[in-house]
């Protein structure tokens, strides 16, 4: 009789720990395939930008670096974090072209938390939207943006 009702507990704890998983994988594959079509999102403004004869202030291979910069300022949540300069290069974009080339050079990276991989990879815009900046620096790239002209809003 114990038999019977362990094996029947363990059973239900099994199928509860197994959906568990696949609602957790389906939620992951969802973030996962979100954030890829972000990025391709972002080509396809990229292409239509430049088609309306927009010119970026930089090259794709320097707004590499910034997306660089902005990543190592961010890398190591709570910790280390760099958030004045995050802001300052946030601030560099002068125009939409440029902030769709710095979304595409920054492309899908780990976070961390305390040097443990947090999530899933994420975009620039998903990682800030997570809260990686305080209101006050969001409101004053946001300014800054809007006295640019900058149609995008954190």
Known sequence: MIA?????????????????????KKIFDYFK???KQTLKDVETE???????????????????????SIYNSMKF?????????????????????DLALLVKAYGLRQHYTFAIPDGNRTTLIGQIATGELSNSRLKSINDNYSQKGITYRF
């Open 4 to 24: 019977k009702i362990l094996t029947k507990k363990n059973a239900t704890y099994a199928a509860y720990a197994v959906g568990g998983l696949f609602v957790a």
């Open 33 to 35: 395939s979100t954030s």
């Open 46 to 68: 990229v292409v239509r930008l430049e088609k309306a004869g927009m010119q970026p202030s930089r090259s794709l291979g320097q707004w590499k670096l910034v997306a660089d």
């Open 77 to 97: 949540s709570y910790v280390s974090d760099n958030k004045s300069n995050i802001e300052e290069q946030l601030k560099m974009v002068k125009n939409d072209l």
